[in-house]
């Protein structure tokens, strides 16, 4: 692992602790800002710090992003449409108790995708393969970025007090209603109902996508 991943992941155990340490507050912010803006396009928040997500698009093919190798579970263009779906429905849906992103302007169609889940469980190779092929890149990139920006709003709006509040169970069925999980996924309303707001800031919008962003780097080598 390079320096700027093992430094990350130093950075995500101080935002652990500092999340479940009264009176860190603004440290928490500040920290999870940080994460937040590396696991996104540098253009997402204009902080001037190093992108993963830079690193997965600069310079690469429309082949290898949409390429799904033997083997191989996924396409670079199917994980990050799928870390966008997640942090929208954790952050927006969840968090914020707001509309998602997806739900607004038509993101469906400019995207040109029918799903409107995050396709954990549900998607057959061929479905995945069918997404990666036709979903829009630009517009992919254009809903991330929405996304991002919209994720940290609603992280500075966050009170001191509301980081060890639990997720509504009101907005965990909303989004079984809206269609964003499937009852083949239910696991995740189980999972996510169990996190405090300080929880849900430590994977989904951090972590999650670090993850696959590294996943997609290696779908990258594999493919160019």
Same mark, same amino acid.
């Given at each position: 692992?390079?320096?700027?991943?093992?430094?990350?992941?130093?950075?995500?155990?101080?935002?652990?602790?500092?999340?479940?340490?009264?009176?860190?507050?603004?440290?928490?912010l500040d920290l999870f800002l940080r994460q937040h803006a590396m696991v996104h396009d540098a253009?997402?928040?204009?902080?001037? *710090?190093?992108?993963?997500?830079?690193? !997965?698009? %600069?310079?690469?093919? /429309? =082949?290898?992003?949409?390429?799904? #190798?033997?083997?191989?579970?996924?396409?670079?263009?199917?994980?990050?449409?799928?870390?966008?779906?997640?942090?929208?429905?954790?952050?927006?849906?969840?968090?914020?108790?707001?509309?998602?992103?997806?739900?607004?302007?038509?993101?469906?169609?400019?995207?040109?995708?029918?799903?409107?889940?995050?396709?954990?469980?549900?998607?057959?190779?061929?479905?995945?393969?069918?997404?990666?092929?036709?979903?829009?890149?630009?517009? *992919?990139?254009?809903?991330?970025?929405? !996304?991002? %920006?919209?994720?940290? /709003? =609603?992280?500075?709006?966050?009170? #001191?007090?509301?980081?060890?509040?639990?997720?509504?169970?009101?907005?965990?069925?909303?989004?079984?209603?809206?269609?964003?999980?499937?009852?083949?996924?239910?696991?995740?309303?189980?999972?996510?109902?169990?996190?405090?707001?300080?929880?849900?800031?430590?994977?989904?919008?951090?972590?999650?996508?670090?993850?696959?962003?590294?996943?997609?780097?290696?779908?990258?080598?594999?493919?160019?």
């Open positions: 692992m390079d320096t700027r991943r093992t430094l990350w992941n130093e950075q995500h155990k101080l935002l652990r602790e500092a999340l479940n340490t009264p009176g860190e507050h603004p440290t928490a253009e997402m928040s204009d902080s001037g *710090l190093h992108s993963f997500a830079d690193e !997965v698009w %600069r310079g690469a093919l /429309e =082949a290898t992003l949409r390429c799904l #190798p033997p083997a191989l579970e996924h396409s670079i263009v199917w994980l990050i449409w799928h870390i966008a779906r997640i942090e929208d429905m954790t952050m927006n849906g969840l968090l914020a108790g707001k509309p998602q992103i997806f739900f607004q302007g038509d993101w469906h169609k400019k995207l040109n995708i029918t799903e409107k889940h995050s396709g954990n469980v549900v998607m057959e190779e061929a479905d995945v393969t069918a997404l990666s092929q036709r979903v829009d890149i630009e517009a *992919l990139k254009d809903y991330r970025l929405a !996304v991002g %920006r919209s994720t940290r /709003e =609603a992280v500075k709006a966050l009170q #001191p007090d509301e980081f060890n509040v639990k997720v509504d169970p009101v907005h965990l069925q909303e989004l079984l209603e809206n269609g964003s999980v499937v009852k083949e996924a239910i696991d995740l309303l189980d999972y996510w109902g169990k996190l405090t707001k300080a929880g849900l800031l430590l994977m989904p919008p951090t972590r999650h996508n670090f993850v696959h962003l590294n996943e997609a780097m290696i779908l990258r080598r594999k493919c160019q």
